[in-house]
């Protein structure tokens, strides 16, 4: 196999590897929510990516055969990150965020809550406790 | 050289993984949980790419795109079961 190719897979493999690890360290070492998803939505998908851009390269070389499927998991995992980044943060604003927003000034309320600025039938929470 | 790269690389995921798991035994909350959860998916699928590399087989893509789907679904619903109480209304 040539050598500057096989460089270059190692290269991305480990590359990939570490960012998957510094993620998933962030997930442990950040403080509260917020930050957590900061951490490995970003670093993670970038880590499976260096992997899968690896791997494509390696079956390129050894069978020489484009394949295609790891640019479909890629595609997959690009496109779903920030979709459930933003239902997770939406599932801690509903349950952590005291809901006591001023109104909107349209017909459509504010994101995940009510046109009220609260859940429906829900009373006012208190605001979270600095522990969380 | 290769190999050692792989090696390395499945000792980063595995590591990573087991950080995600004690951020799922620990995390306060649920949606911690349930971020854990969707990294430990998304470590997953890397680590079966690299078996597949390792092994020199293409079966495992199959498998690592089902992961990437039935970790995406889950996840959501999840997320969704916390937001309004129930998964499909």
């Not at chain 1, 006591?100 to 009220?116: E, I, K, M, S």
């Not at chain 2, 690389?9 to 798991?21: G, T, V």
């Not at chain 2, 079966?59 to 970790?71: C, N, R």
């Amino acid at each position: 196999m040539n050598v500057a190719a096989e460089i270059l897979i190692s290269l991305l493999l480990v590359a990939g590897a570490l960012f998957a690890l510094v993620g998933s360290f962030g997930l442990v070492k950040l403080p509260d929510l917020m930050a957590r998803l900061h951490a490995p939505t970003k670093a993670t998908t970038l880590g499976v990516g260096g992997c899968l851009l690896g791997s494509m390269g390696y079956f390129l070389l050894t069978d020489g055969r484009a394949s295609i499927h790891e640019l479909g998991i890629t595609l997959f995992l690009f496109l779903t990150a920030p979709i459930t980044a933003n239902m997770i943060a939406k599932a801690w604003l509903h349950q952590q965020v005291n809901p006591d927003l001023p109104p909107t000034g349209t017909a459509a309320g504010w994101a995940t809550f009510g046109p009220t600025g609260r859940p429906a039938g829900e009373e006012p929470r208190t605001p979270p406790s600095p522990g969380l | 050289m290769m190999d050692h790269a792989i090696t390395f690389a499945l000792a980063c995921f595995a590591l990573a993984l087991l950080l995600n798991l004690w951020r799922l035994a620990r995390g306060p909350l649920v949606a911690d949980r349930i971020l854990a959860l969707d990294t430990m998916t998304i470590n997953a699928i890397a680590l079966i790419v690299l078996a597949g590399i390792r092994w020199d087989s293409a079966l495992y893509f199959e498998a690592a795109l089902m992961f990437a789907m039935v970790g995406f679904v889950s996840t959501v619903a999840l997320c969704r079961f916390l937001l309004r109480g129930d998964v499909i209304e």
